[in-house]
């Protein structure tokens, strides 16, 4: 499976913004599938995941009640929806397939997908 993020931009706090992240091979629909970020001079982190069928999500704390991730298996596409932007949102967003373990950590995903950048101005 590769995956290709897009739909990252420049918005101002408060503002929405919302994430795809397009995936090929006809193996997508069987994986979990998790959202990161990793802004300058941190450590990448753990944003949402959504299970194979959608019916299953998890959020960091810092997002929970603002992010939306959800997916379209026919489209082979996974979403975020991000509303209520903060300036600390600021960072390059990436998708990954899980391949197994506990959904919040990096080593539990692969295939990790080129990021989109997401800029929250103040």
């Known amino acids: 499976v590769q995956l290709q993020a897009f739909g990252g931009g420049l918005v101002q706090a408060g503002g929405y913004l919302r994430l795809s992240c397009a995936a090929s091979g006809r193996t997508f629909s069987s994986h979990s599938m998790g959202w990161f970020r990793q802004a300058p001079g941190k450590e990448r982190e753990f944003v949402a995941y959504v299970d194979w069928s959608g019916t299953t999500t998890r959020y960091s704390e810092s997002v929970e009640g603002r992010f939306t991730v959800s997916r379209d298996n026919a489209k082979n596409t996974v979403y975020l929806q991000m509303s209520s932007l903060k300036p600390e949102d600021t960072a390059v967003y990436y998708c990954?397939?899980?391949?197994?373990?506990?959904?919040?950590?990096?080593?539990?995903?692969?295939?990790w997908g080129q990021g989109t950048q997401v800029t929250v101005s103040s």
């Open positions: 990954a397939k899980m391949k197994g373990g506990v959904y919040y950590y990096r080593s539990s995903y692969d295939n």
